[in-house]
């Protein structure tokens, strides 16, 4: 509505309250739905800008408490307004999104609706009850039929469900106990597919184990139109692992088992230029090939103190091994690349002892250098130089890092010799000499002798430190107040040729352990 003059004072203006005007046509939109007057005396600082003062107890001073009745009452005429589609459409979007979402084993009760509306059912009387008690810190749900649910100290999955609310992903994973393996989902198709069964459908999610082209589906999700159809989560494309490198007159037509990828045990075949083919198998996985553990694996055990064999690196774990210089027992300490150092005793036996770190190498470089003396002759401008000598050093950095507690100690002790190597041993008669060390780096190093001239150990800032807690919180001796992760840097190793240096020396190893390849 223009304003009738420039003198107006915005009071005559008319808004759609009772019979009052203030649509085209003479309608009126019953709004706004709660209506103060205006502040007559603008000098009166209790009437104009009042919030309440600043924050203390309750957000939004103490007028917040009649503001929150304000809120709630606005909203439920907005909610419930007859003349005003607003409300309607609100409550419609909120059931559609949630009916869009990712259906998960939580989705069940009378608060998804069955599971039908995957994240819960929505009411308007959760954003009204919220609006209510908002300023006390207080949060309820968005979603369920009952806003305040699950509630209480950690109710029980039966009770989650009964309370008409929300139930906790983590209740229904708890509650599968000794039944997990039947009501996971995953778990139910795996086996499934083991044993050439059809799955049940667990909480209206189809599993598909022997046919079709999608792991499991279920009604409603991303997949879906606004909510209308299914969503469907397929399976890869590549998921006859058997086929791959074959030509297509060698590919074997699948079994009922193979079309979703699930082959308990398969050959994958690489072509080589000479002809001939190379099969990995489960046994060659590499888990097993390199035992590094598995630390996300889950098992049945809950207690601290004795820790997760499963997540057992036994490179980590091993013990410093006493030897000759080429270590027998790689089958346990084997990494994707060799790596090793050893330092040998002083004894004069050629026995050496040797650490093997699960490490991430960070920075490796080789550098050679050669020494030319100068001479310049009066009268010529020109230098001529005279060849006096050959150096090399090596550097290096890594990363090593306990996974599990059964680690952390070994791989301490280990560090602990490593730079104990850079102090002195002495003689039976009391004379001070150094130590030499042999260092293998996959097979550009083999048991390079040499020695070290510095190394630093760095805890990184994002590293983890453990604590040295039992399961009753009290202090647990096994174990140690130390970081998880070390950094190694300024590892400078200058090596002891067992050649001539000359020219067509051969510096890089090219060795694969105990079998030369060059």
Same mark, same amino acid.
């Given at each position: 509505?223009?304003?009738?003059?420039?003198?107006?004072?915005?009071?005559?203006?008319?808004?759609?309250?009772?019979?009052?005007?203030?649509?085209?046509?003479?309608?009126?939109?019953?709004?706004?739905?709660?209506?103060?007057?205006?502040?007559?005396?603008?000098?009166?600082?209790?009437?104009?800008?009042?919030?309440?003062?600043?924050?203390?107890?309750?957000?939004?001073?103490? @007028?917040?408490?009649?503001?929150?009745?304000? *809120?709630?009452?606005?909203?439920?005429?907005?909610?419930?307004?007859?003349?005003?589609?607003?409300?309607?459409?609100?409550?419609?979007?909120?059931?559609?999104?949630?009916?869009?979402?990712?259906?998960?084993?939580?989705?069940?009760?009378?608060?998804?609706?069955?599971?039908?509306?995957?994240?819960?059912?929505?009411?308007?009387?959760?954003?009204?009850?919220?609006?209510?008690?908002?300023?006390?810190?207080? !949060?309820?749900?968005?979603?369920?039929?009952?806003?305040?649910?699950?509630?209480?100290?950690?109710?029980?999955?039966?009770?989650?469900?009964?309370?008409?609310?929300?139930?906790?992903?983590?209740?229904?994973?708890?509650?599968?106990?000794?039944?997990?393996?039947?009501?996971?989902?995953?778990?139910?198709?795996?086996?499934?597919?083991?044993?050439?069964?059809?799955?049940?459908?667990?909480?209206?999610?189809?599993?598909?184990?022997?046919?079709?082209?999608?792991?499991?589906?279920?009604?409603?999700?991303?997949?879906?139109?606004?909510?209308?159809?299914?969503?469907?989560?397929?399976?890869?494309?590549?998921?006859?692992?058997?086929?791959?490198?074959?030509?297509?007159?060698?590919?074997?037509?699948?079994?009922?088992?193979?079309?979703?990828?699930?082959?308990?045990? !398969?050959?994958?075949?690489?072509?080589?230029?000479?002809?001939?083919?190379?099969?990995?198998?489960?046994?060659?996985?590499?888990?097993? #090939?390199?035992?590094?553990?598995?630390?996300?694996?889950?098992?049945?055990?809950?207690?601290?103190?004795?820790?997760?064999?499963?997540?057992? *690196?036994?490179?980590?774990?091993?013990?410093?091994?006493?030897?000759?210089?080429?270590?027998?027992?790689?089958?346990?300490?084997?990494?994707?690349?060799?790596?090793?150092?050893?330092?040998?005793?002083?004894?004069?036996?050629?026995?050496?002892?040797? @650490?093997?770190? #699960?490490?991430?190498?960070?920075?490796? *470089?080789?550098?050679?250098?050669?020494?030319?003396?100068?001479?310049?002759?009066?009268?010529?401008? *020109?230098?001529?130089?005279?060849?006096?000598?050959?150096?090399?050093?090596?550097? @290096?950095?890594?990363?090593?890092?306990?996974?599990?507690?059964?680690?952390?100690?070994?791989?301490?002790?280990?560090?602990?010799?490593?730079?104990?190597?850079?102090?002195?041993?002495?003689?039976?008669?009391?004379? @001070? #000499?150094?130590?030499?060390?042999?260092?293998?780096?996959?097979?550009?190093?083999?048991?390079?002798?040499?020695?070290?001239?510095?190394?630093?150990?760095?805890?990184?800032?994002?590293?983890?430190?453990?604590?040295?807690?039992?399961?009753?919180?009290?202090?647990?001796?096994?174990?140690?107040?130390?970081?998880?992760?070390?950094?190694?840097?300024?590892?400078?190793?200058?090596?002891?040729?067992?050649?001539?240096?000359?020219?067509?020396?051969?510096?890089?190893?090219?060795?694969?352990?105990?079998?030369?390849?060059?």
């Amino acid at each position: 509505m223009p304003l009738i003059n420039l003198k107006t004072d915005l009071k005559s203006l008319k808004f759609g309250v009772g019979t009052a005007s203030d649509r085209p046509g003479g309608g009126f939109s019953n709004q706004p739905y709660i209506i103060k007057d205006i502040p007559s005396d603008s000098s009166d600082p209790s009437n104009v800008f009042n919030t309440g003062g600043t924050d203390s107890l309750l957000r939004g001073g103490l @007028m917040a408490p009649i503001k929150a009745v304000n *809120d709630v009452s606005r909203l439920t005429q907005m909610f419930f307004d007859t003349r005003s589609p607003n409300g309607l459409l609100f409550t419609a979007k909120q059931n559609l999104l949630s009916r869009t979402s990712v259906k998960t084993e939580a989705s069940i009760g009378p608060g998804t609706a069955g599971g039908t509306v995957n994240q819960g059912v929505y009411l308007p009387t959760s954003t009204i009850a919220q609006a209510g008690v908002g300023f006390l810190g207080a !949060h309820g749900n968005l979603l369920g039929l009952n806003p305040l649910s699950p509630g209480g100290n950690n109710p029980s999955l039966s009770d989650q469900i009964s309370n008409a609310g929300l139930v906790k992903y983590e209740s229904v994973i708890t509650d599968q106990g000794d039944d997990f393996e039947e009501k996971n989902r995953l778990v139910s198709l795996f086996n499934a597919i083991e044993t050439n069964t059809t799955p049940f459908p667990i909480n209206g999610t189809t599993l598909n184990a022997n046919a079709g082209t999608s792991i499991m589906q279920y009604s409603g999700g991303p997949g879906s139109i606004l909510g209308i159809g299914k969503t469907n989560i397929p399976f890869s494309s590549e998921r006859t692992m058997g086929n791959l490198g074959r030509s297509e007159s060698e590919i074997t037509p699948p079994t009922p088992l193979e079309p979703n990828g699930f082959i308990k045990t !398969h050959t994958i075949q690489h072509s080589r230029p000479s002809g001939y083919k190379v099969g990995y198998t489960d046994a060659k996985a590499i888990d097993q #090939r390199i035992n590094r553990g598995d630390p996300g694996k889950r098992n049945d055990n809950v207690s601290y103190t004795i820790g997760n064999n499963e997540a057992l *690196d036994k490179i980590n774990t091993s013990d410093i091994t006493k030897g000759s210089p080429t270590p027998t027992d790689l089958d346990v300490r084997n990494d994707l690349v060799k790596f090793s150092i050893g330092i040998l005793n002083n004894d004069g036996n050629g026995n050496s002892r040797y @650490m093997h770190f #699960r490490s991430f190498i960070d920075s490796f *470089d080789d550098s050679y250098s050669a020494d030319w003396g100068e001479t310049q002759y009066v009268g010529r401008g *020109d230098k001529f130089y005279n060849y006096k000598g050959f150096n090399r050093q090596i550097n @290096m950095g890594w990363t090593t890092y306990a996974q599990s507690k059964q680690e952390l100690i070994p791989m301490y002790k280990k560090l602990n010799f490593l730079a104990s190597s850079l102090a002195p041993d002495y003689s039976s008669g009391g004379f @001070m #000499r150094g130590n030499l060390a042999r260092l293998t780096v996959g097979g550009y190093l083999y048991n390079q002798l040499g020695i070290i001239k510095s190394i630093t150990y760095t805890i990184p800032q994002e590293s983890t430190w453990e604590i040295g807690i039992d399961d009753n919180g009290d202090f647990d001796p096994t174990v140690k107040e130390l970081a998880h992760m070390i950094k190694v840097t300024g590892f400078t190793f200058i090596p002891i040729e067992d050649q001539l240096p000359q020219l067509e020396s051969k510096f890089i190893a090219l060795s694969n352990g105990s079998t030369d390849l060059y």
